[in-house]
């Protein structure tokens, strides 16, 4: 699906994507954005940037998984094994993702009353979100 701009919002959203691509050159990121990412590929490249959300509280000290370098996972918020939402998504390190003390490690219950999201709830991760992110762009 591609976004319709309307007269003067294309200038915007170029100037956008040059501002996050100068915050992603000084973060030393290999990401870029372009105008030919679709708005669910720029959403996931923003989460990715924003890092890891539960580092980013300092709830967590960010791991690795064993041999690969750091990096953000990312992980879909739902409730059970419910349908994914391509915009509920969080980004997590390889520990507080997949690792021993990550929610998939713990399980979501256990994770949830160790890290207390806002409303403890997988949900309540958004709000975490969308706060890194604004950091990201705001710089």
């Known amino acids: 699906m591609k976004l319709k701009l309307t007269r003067g919002g294309e200038a915007a959203a170029m100037d956008t994507l040059a501002r996050l691509n100068e915050r992603a050159e000084k973060l030393k990121l290999s990401v870029r954005f372009s105008e030919a990412m679709t708005p669910q590929q720029r959403h996931k490249m923003l989460v990715v940037q924003a890092g890891c959300a539960l580092g980013n509280r300092g709830l967590h ?20 094994s419910g349908k994914r939402h391509p915009y509920a ?30 409303g403890e709830t997988e949900w309540g991760m958004l709000a975490w979100v969308n706060e890194d992110i604004a950091k990201v762009r705001l710089g």
Do not use: D, M, N
Request: proline share 8%; hydrophobic share 30%; aromatic share 6%.
């Open 89 to 118: 998504i969080v980004g997590l390190c390889w520990g507080g993702h997949q690792g021993p003390g990550g929610i998939h490690g713990l399980g979501v219950r256990a994770f949830l009353r160790l890290y207390r999201p806002p």
């Open 61 to 80: 000290r960010c791991e690795s998984k064993p041999g690969e370098a750091l990096r953000t996972c990312i992980h879909h918020v739902a409730t059970g």
